[in-house]
């Protein structure tokens, strides 16, 4: 087995085409073909199942998965002790929490651990970030979701084992216009929304997956983009939006807004990696420095 070999494997778990993770990795097709080939050569086993919406793990390649893992983080860290240099910690966070979020995470993590180099990467794209958590490309991840199993929400997970923490609350808010014939109306339910415009993000967004499970099939979907224009459309008039509240509270505090009296579900920010990488450098720091906030609960972390 050649490390390349365990890279270009993890790649097909995560992107579960050649074509992708060939993509992914900056090779040809026909190597990352070549080199999964000669890793099963060499194995003498089937690590994947071929078919024609991707390529699955058999059960000799999930348990390749946790070896894979195990071996290109021990190679890490030989390298990391040989040239006496303390790679810094990866961590990646959604694009929506993290000029918000991360910020006081990384101030407790100072505090705890000083010496330790941290570099954060937001993405727009949770299954990126998620992505490049199973890989190993990111130590940890911030992202949303809901109370519960990681993916309640209602997103894809990668086929590794991935443990969180829930840091805190993330409050959602349906708003409008003040001008909206629901504005004031006390007590609304679901059946009172039915039929109104509501714009949203992306399909893949998680205040799009929240107002699935709010409001269902009840509304018009009108996709506006980001959340900037998502809230502008509704301070103008244009229909009503689901959006974080702290992405809303100065709208709200000026009267360009109105809070609708509908319950809502918050979201929940959580800190995601992958439960047999806790041996890396400096990801206990930033396990318990995260999980330092009073909100914060644990779903498995690990011991010290």
């Given at each position: ?169 993330v409050p959602l808010v349906l ?58 459309c509704a301070e103008q008039g244009?229909?009503?939006?689901l959006l974080p509240e702290f ?58």
């Open positions: 087995m050649e490390l390349r070999q365990l890279r270009t494997f993890e790649a097909v778990v995560n992107h579960r085409t050649v074509t992708d993770a060939a993509a992914a990795l900056g090779l040809a097709p026909s190597s990352v073909s070549e080199q999964i080939r000669s890793l099963e050569r060499s194995l003498g086993v089937a690590l994947f199942d071929r078919a024609p919406r991707g390529m699955t793990l058999t059960p000799a390649g999930d348990r390749m998965l946790v070896w894979s893992r195990r071996l290109l983080d021990q190679a890490e860290l030989a390298r990391a002790e040989v040239v006496a240099a303390r790679a810094p910690l990866r961590i990646g966070a959604l694009e929506t929490i993290a000029a918000t979020h991360v910020p006081g995470m990384l101030a407790r993590l100072a505090d705890r651990c000083p010496e330790l180099r941290v570099e954060i990467r937001s993405d727009a794209s949770r299954d990126q970030l998620l992505s490049e958590v199973a890989s190993g490309t990111l130590e940890a991840a911030l992202l949303l979701d809901t109370e519960g199993p990681l993916g309640e929400l209602g997103f894809r997970l990668p086929p590794v084992r991935l443990d969180f923490v829930d840091l805190e609350p708003v409008a216009g003040p001008s909206h014939p629901l504005a004031g109306v006390a007590g609304l339910t679901r059946s009172d929304l039915a039929g109104e415009r509501l714009y949203v993000t992306t399909p893949a967004c998680s205040f799009w997956m929240a107002g699935e499970r709010l409001l269902g099939a009840d509304v018009d979907r009108v996709r506006a983009g980001g959340v900037a224009l998502t809230r502008a244009l229909g009503i939006a992405a809303v509270r100065a709208a709200l505090e000026a009267g360009s807004l109105v809070r609708l009296d509908l319950p809502v579900q918050a979201l929940s920010m959580r800190l995601v990696w992958r439960g047999d990488r806790e041996a890396v450098p400096g990801l206990r720091e930033v396990l318990y420095a995260a999980s330092a906030l009073p909100s914060a609960r644990p779903s498995a972390l690990p011991s010290v």
